[in-house]
T-cell receptor, first 115, second 112 residues
Framework: DSGVTQTPKHLITATGQRVTLRCSPR?????VYWYQQSLDQGLQFLIQ???????AKGNILERFSAQQFPDLHSELNLSSLELGDSALYFC??????????????FGQGTRLTVV | GNSVTQMEGPVTLSEEAFLTINCTYT??????LFWYVQYPGEGLQLLLK?????DKGSNKGFEATYRKETTSFHLEKGSVQVSDSAVYFC???????????FGQGTELSVKP
């Protein structure tokens, strides 16, 4: 158990809908990262928050957004869903937001299926 | 930009065989390098890491050495077990943010 909790584990929704994925980082970790894992794109970095502020942005679509709350949990919002958004979404957390010894711990992921 | 390239899978080995999974990277600066493992239906677990040139990361019989001259971080294990069957990801981290850039993953299947 990595200590990173993601909910829900599975989500099935229709095209055009909006969903929210939730992540609780390990106790004491200030940084949260979101990744998307799909068959054709592999593991892609989406976005990072550090202590409530956006720190880095990857190939995140405009239809997607995220935030980190004062209690450090994070939510990833996906809207106007398309079939191609079906993927495994991982959250990871680390104590620091960079540096040579940054070690990220991953949650079990949320499997999103858009039908 | 930064990138990671891994050997393609799937790799199928017999138990007790020697394993090598090749990984090369392109990066500006001096990133840290990682191997993560993903067992079926699970999230990613850190297997080992190295933070500077010539460092050797090791864990559970797996080893990888950070080779700056060849920009490589190949994963090796002397004798694989059926329980090592999983997908292995090589990754580098951005020193400023800590975000990870992953290779495409290599599926390993070990037969008894």
């Amino acid at each position: 158990d990595s200590g990173v909790t993601q909910t829900p584990k599975h989500l099935i929704t229709a095209t055009g809908q909006r969903v929210t994925l939730r992540c609780s980082p390990r106790s004491g970790d200030l940084s949260v990262y979101w990744y998307q894992q799909s068959l054709d794109q592999g593991l892609q970095f989406l976005i990072q928050y550090y202590n409530g502020e956006e720190r880095a942005k990857g190939n995140i679509l405009e239809r997607f957004s995220a935030q980190q709350f004062p209690d450090l949990h994070s939510e990833l919002n996906l809207s106007s869903l398309e079939l191609g958004d079906s993927a495994l979404y991982f959250c990871a957390s680390s104590v620091e937001g960079g540096g040579m010894n940054t070690e990220a711990f991953f949650g079990q992921g949320t499997r999103l299926t858009v039908v | 930009g930064n990138s990671v390239t891994q050997m393609e899978g799937p790799v199928t080995l017999s138990e007790e065989a020697f394993l090598t999974i090749n990984c090369t990277y392109t990066a500006t600066g001096y990133p840290s390098l990682f191997w993560y493992v993903q067992y079926p239906g699970e999230g990613l677990q850190l297997l080992l890491k190295a933070t500077k040139a010539d460092d050797k990361g090791s864990n559970k019989g797996f080893e990888a050495t950070y080779r700056k001259e060849t920009t490589s971080f190949h994963l090796e294990k002397g004798s694989v077990q059926v329980s090592d069957s999983a997908v292995y990801f090589c990754a580098l981290s951005d020193p400023q943010s800590g975000k990870l850039i992953f290779g495409q993953g290599t599926e390993l299947s070990v037969k008894p």
